[in-house]
């Protein structure tokens, strides 16, 4: 499949993702529960389309009981992934948001003007950083479809802790299954992004 086919189904599979951008009732009672902890992954290695290392950054900063990441360049201009409260999410799902934020770096995101929030141009970036972090994980950690499941179940359950409608959480987990079934290696997956929109 050429690159833009594969940022076009990526797109219309991750579209539904816009439909929630406030937290339910019954997600906000979830949060006053007593959160899980894990032992906390160690991050992969990451370098992004300009060669530069990034370094990972661990916070408890940010809504409590809500393991994020955030790929930016610190104050420096230094290529960074911030990871908040990895504690409180299983460690399948620490390893697919280290992996996604990297995406972000490797795609040359973090340098782009970054699209208004929700909108097409926003969830593109997201569905091609949900597809990188998954094939690195299928690559790299070997995780077969067992593997892929405890990912996606983690996934589910944090989206609904947020408070995403079920139409989202099942267009994103479509979207991932597809990377993980039709795509080769994620740098080839990567060069393809990158040629695309001319960085490479």
């Known amino acids: 499949m050429s690159p833009q086919n594969t940022t076009l189904c990526c797109m219309l599979s991750v579209l539904g993702l816009a439909l929630c ?12 529960q007593t ?11 990451c370098t ?13 900063k940010g809504r409590a009981g809500m393991a994020t990441g955030m790929a ?15 504690a409180n999410t299983p460690p399948e799902f620490q390893s ?20 208004p929030r929700n909108s097409s141009a926003h969830l593109m970036n ?6 990188v972090a998954i094939l690195r994980i299928r690559d790299e950690e070997g995780y077969d479809r067992a593997g892929f499941l405890k ?15 079920e139409i989202s959480i099942s267009s994103r987990i479509s979207n991932i ?24």
């Open 21 to 32: 951008t406030t937290y339910s009732d019954e997600a906000k009672a979830q949060n006053t």
């Open 72 to 86: 930016i360049r610190d104050q420096n201009g230094k290529p960074v992934v911030i990871r908040s409260n990895y």
């Open 151 to 165: 990912v996606a179940t983690a996934l589910r359950n944090e989206m609904a802790k947020i408070g995403f409608p």
């Open 177 to 200: 299954d597809n990377c993980y079934t039709e795509y080769g290696s994620p740098q080839d997956f990567i060069d393809g992004v990158l040629k695309q929109r001319g960085l490479i």
């Open 126 to 131: 997201e569905s091609i950083s949900d597809c």
């Open 96 to 115: 697919f948001i280290d992996r996604h934020e990297c995406a972000h770096h490797q795609t040359g995101d973090v340098d782009r003007p970054h699209p």
């Open 35 to 45: 959160q899980a902890t894990y032992a906390v992954v160690e991050p992969p290695e």
């Open 48 to 60: 992004n389309d300009k060669g530069e290392n990034i370094r990972f950054i661990d916070s408890n």
